[in-house]
C-alpha cells in the first residue's frame, strides 16, 4: 500500500520547511546563525505565522544560546549543553562540532532531506523526514558522512531530535517492566533535568522499550493532545527527555552511547535506525491506532492472517519425542489448531538447558525416522508445521562450541558469564553470520517449514571481539543488530514462504526494527491470562494487536497458581493473534471441544480483531473491569470483550460506553453463542452503554455487534 502523498513545502522568502498531514503540521526553519531550529509540532496552522519563532533568544552568559534547546539536529560544541544528537572526534583530535545549513533537497512529495556541515572540517550530516501523511507520523533518520582525509570518531549518534510545543506541564507515558512482567504502563510529571529510558543489554529489553508519549497531564484514552515517538533499534538504545529551566521540552533518540564508539573512514558513512514521531489530537486512543495502522501499512512485511498455533512446550519441555508430538498434534487437530509448532528439545543432544544450543541438527534418538516423518503426520491432520530455533547462543557443552570456542563475545583473562548455562556468538564476525544463514537455510530447504519462532535467551556480556586491537574501532553492539536484521532479511527473500515471530526470553526484542522482518511477536513468557490483560494492555499503546501472539495455558498457572476458568483464558488470549501453549494431552474430550468451540470463534472474529481499531474501553489500573473493543475496517463489525477480576458486595449494574460507533447507526449486539440478541442504536452504546452480566471471580464476555443500517 503506498503511504505517502504531497506533504512538504519550502517557503523560500521564510527560510521555513513545513511537513503537513492529515491532521497535523511539523514546522522547523533556517534561523540568521545557519541553524535549523525547531518551530512548530501539533494541529495544523499557518507556516508563515511561525516567521518570528526564529528570532535569537539568550539568556545571560551562563546561558548565552537558547537556540540550542530548538536544533533541529544539534551537535556537541560551542555553548550548547543540552543532550546532543552527535559528538565526534576529528582526526586532529579536536573534539568541538558546530553544524551549519548548507542546502536541502526535497526528494519526493513526501521526503526532505537537510544537509548540514562543519563550519570547518568535511562532516556532512543529513537530516531526512519522512511525512506518513494518513497517520499524522514523521519518520526521521540521520546520515552521518566523513569526506575528511582522517578518520573521524563517532562518541555518540542519535537519529533524531523532538522538540515540543510549550505545555503547563509535561507528563511522560512509557512502559517498564522484567521477564514474565513486560509493558508495565508508568506516567510521571516531569521535573527540570534528565529521564532517561534506555537498554544496555544488547537487544531492545523487558525493561523498558524504545516508545515515549508526551501530553500536558491531562490527556485521557479519548481526549486531549498527544505526541509520541517509536524508535526502531533491536540493539542498546537510547531515549532521553530533557526538561530545561527555561520551561522546553526536547526528546532525542538512537542507539545507545555507552560502550558504542566507533570510527567512520574517510568516505564512511553510517545511516540511523528509524525514530517515527506523532501527534494526536484526540488521546492516546488515537495515538495507538495511529501507530498500528502505520505498522499494518507500512512496517510490517506482510499481511497474512494470523493462524491458530499450538506450541508443545509446555507440554514436553525438552522430553520430545515423535510419537509424543503426534499424538498432540491429534489432540490439537482435534481443536481446529491450524499451525503445529514444536518448541525447544528437537535438536543435537538437547535434553536440557545445559547441552546441545548451537548443533542444529535433528536429534536422531528423538526422530530416527527424521524430522520429515513429524511434519508429514501434522500436514495430513490439516496442520501447517513449526519450529522453534535460538540461532544467536550456544552451550559449552555443545559441538559447536568445541570446534569454534572463539566464536562467543569474549575478554581475554576472563570466565565468559554463563546465563541459562549458555553463551552468546558473536554474531557480528562474518563466519558466525554465515553459520547462521547457512543452517537456517539448509533447515529451511530441507523440511516443509512454514513458521519459525526465533528466541534468544540471554542478554550480552563479555561484549569483546578478539583480537581486541584489530576491532577496537568497531560497535560489537552495532555489528550484532545489523548482522541480525541481514539474515532475516536474507531468510525471508529465500523463504517468502515462511512467517517469523520475534522472542527473546518473552517480549524483550519487539520494536520497529525487528518487526520490519518478523510478522508475531512473542510479548511475555507469562501465559497467566490475567496477568496477561495488563501485559497486553501496556503492549497496545505502542503496538497493534496483530503482532502480538496470546496463549491459553494450565489452570492453576504455575506464574502465579491462579484458577481462571477456560472462557476467561480464551477471551484474554482472542485479543490478538491466538495460539494454545497448554498440556492438551491431558485434556477431557468436553474441555477439547469447548476449546473447539472458541477456536472456531476466533477465526469468525479474527479479521475484526487483527485489521481492525482497537479502542481501549476501560483498565483494572482504575477499576475492576478490563474492557477493549475492536471495530472492523470496514465498520461493519465489532467485537468487545469485558472481563471482571473480582465480584464485591453483592449485585451492581455495569454498563460499558462502547467507542468508534456511528452514533446514527442500528446494531445488532449477540453474545459470542450468536443467539438472537438485541438491536441497538449506536447513540445509546456509546452514551447509555452496553449492560454486562458478570458474575462472580474471573468472569468475562464477548459481544459481536453487526450493523444493520
Known amino acids: 500500500m503506498e503511504c505517502f502523498t504531497l506533504a512538504i513545502q519550502y517557503l523560500e522568502q521564510e527560510r521555513i520547511f513545513e511537513i503537513r498531514m492529515k491532521q497535523s503540521s511539523y514546522i522547523l526553519g533556517i534561523n540568521e546563525k545557519d541553524s535549523v531550529q525547531h518551530l512548530y509540532w501539533g494541529e495544523p496552522v499557518e507556516a508563515r505565522d511561525c516567521v518570528g519563532l526564529l528570532a535569537a533568544r539568550t539568556h545571560s552568559s551562563f546561558d548565552a544560546d537558547l537556540n540550542g534547546e530548538l536544533e533541529e539536529y544539534g551537535g556537541w560544541g560551542g555553548s550548547s549543553y543540552t543532550e546532543p544528537c552527535l559528538k565526534v572526534k576529528f582526526g586532529d583530535g579536536v573534539r568541538d562540532l558546530k553544524l551549519q545549513y548548507t542546502g536541502h533537497e526535497i526528494v519526493s512529495d513526501n521526503e526532505l ?112 493532545k498527544v505526541w509520541f515517538g517509536a524508535l526502531g533499534w533491536s540493539g542498546n538504545w537510547k531515549i532521553v527527555a530533557e526538561k530545561s529551566s527555561f520551561g522546553r521540552l526536547r526528546i532525542v533518540g538512537g542507539i545507545n552511547d555507552f560502550d558504542s564508539s566507533f570510527t567512520l573512514a574517510p568516505g564512511e558513512s553510517y545511516t ?33 492472517i494470523r493462524r491458530v498455533l499450538y506450541n508443545s512446550w509446555e507440554a514436553t519441555e525438552f522430553a520430545v519425542t515423535a510419537e509424543g508430538q503426534k499424538a498432540l498434534a491429534r489432540q ?8 503445529f509448532v514444536v518448541d525447544d528439545g528437537w535438536f543435537g543432544g538437547r535434553n536440557s538447558d545445559r547441552a546441545g544450543l548451537g548443533d542444529w541438527t535433528v536429534n536422531p534418538e528423538k526422530f530416527p525416522l527424521g524430522l520429515q516423518e513429524l511434519i508429514d503426520d501434522v500436514k495430513g491432520l490439516g496442520m501447517d508445521f513449526g519450529l522453534w530455533v535460538e540461532p544467536e547462543s550456544v552451550n559449552p557443552d555443545s559441538d559447536l562450541y568445541r570446534e569454534h570456542p572463539d566464536w562467543v563475545y569474549q575478554f581475554p583473562n576472563r570466565e565468559g558469564t554463563l546465563l541459562r548455562n549458555q553463551l552468546l556468538l558473536n554474531l557480528g564476525k562474518p563466519e558466525v553470520k554465515d553459520f547462521v544463514l547457512d543452517f537456517m537455510t539448509e533447515l529451511l530447504s530441507t523440511h516443509d517449514i512454514s513458521f519459525i519462532k526465533w528466541d534468544m535467551n540471554r542478554t550480552v556480556t563479555e561484549p ?94 504455575g506464574m502465579n497458581g491462579r484458577n481462571l476458568p477456560l472462557s476467561f483464558r480464551f477471551h484474554s488470549a482472542m485479543m490478538g493473534g491466538l495460539g494454545i501453549g497448554a498440556n492438551i494431552g491431558n485434556w477431557s474430550d468436553e474441555e477439547i471441544a469447548e476449546a473447539g468451540r472458541y ?25 475492576d473491569i478490563s474492557a477493549s473493543q475492536y471495530i472492523s475496517h470496514d465498520g461493519q463489525e465489532s467485537v468487545v470483550f469485558a472481563f471482571q477480576q473480582a465480584q464485591y458486595f453483592g449485585s451492581a449494574e455495569k454498563r460499558l460506553t462502547l467507542q468508534g460507533l456511528d452514533p446514527q447507526g442500528i446494531y445488532l449486539v449477540q453474545d459470542e453463542k450468536g443467539e438472537a440478541g438485541t438491536t441497538w442504536h449506536g447513540s445509546s452504546l456509546m452514551n447509555l452503554g452496553l449492560p454486562l452480566t458478570l458474575w462472580g471471580d474471573y468472569a468475562s464476555q464477548l459481544f459481536r455487534l453487526t450493523r444493520q443500517s
Open 113 to 224: 532531506v537537510i544537509i548540514l556541515t562543519d563550519a570547518h572540517y568535511s562532516l556532512r550530516v543529513e537530516v531526512c523526514y519522512k511525512a506518513v501523511i494518513q497517520h499524522d507520523l514523521v519518520e526521521r533518520v540521520v546520515k552521518v558522512t566523513n569526506e575528511e582525509d582522517l578518520p573521524v570518531g563517532i562518541n555518540q549518534v542519535m537519529a533524531a531530535a523532538w522538540s515540543l510545543p510549550v505545555l503547563p506541564a509535561y507528563r511522560l507515558t512509557h512502559v517498564t517492566g522484567r521477564w514474565s512482567g513486560e509493558y508495565q504502563l508508568r506516567s510521571q510529571l516531569l521535573t527540570e533535568g534528565k529521564k532517561v529510558l534506555e537498554s544496555r543489554r544488547g537487544f531492545t529489553g523487558p525493561h523498558a522499550n524504545p516508545w515515549f508519549a508526551i501530553d500536558g497531564g491531562q490527556a485521557t484514552e479519548t481526549q486531549g
Open 272 to 304: 540511523s535506525p528509524v525514530f517515527t514521531g506523532g501527534f494526536a489530537a484526540n488521546g492516546f486512543g488515537q495515538m495507538s491506532r495511529n501507530l498500528h495502522r502505520y505498522q499494518s501499512e507500512c512496517i510490517l512485511p506482510g499481511s497474512r
Open 332 to 339: 490439537a487437530a482435534r481443536m481446529g489448531t491450524e499451525l
Open 464 to 557: 569483546g571481539m578478539l583480537p581486541l586491537k584489530e576491532h577496537e574501532d568497531q560497535s560489537v553492539w552495532i555489528k550484532h543488530v545489523d548482522h541480525l536484521y541481514e539474515i532475516w532479511a536474507e531468510l525471508r527473500h529465500r523463504f517468502p514462504q515462511v512467517e517469523f515471530e520475534t522472542c527473546a526470553g518473552g517480549g524483550a526484542r519487539i520494536d520497529h526494527g525487528i518487526l520490519r522482518f518478523a510478522d508475531q511477536a512473542w510479548i511475555s513468557d507469562n501465559t497467566d491470562a490475567r496477568d496477561r490483560l495488563s501485559i497486553q494492555e501496556g503492549f497496545t499503546y505502542a503496538y497493534s494487536p496483530s503482532i502480538m501472539m496470546c496463549w491459553v495455558t494450565e489452570s492453576p498457572h
Open 599 to 623: 477456536v472456531q470463534l476466533y477465526k469468525d472474529i479474527r479479521h475484526v480483531i487483527t485489521e481492525g481499531s482497537l479502542y481501549r474501553l476501560s483498565s483494572f489500573r482504575e477499576g
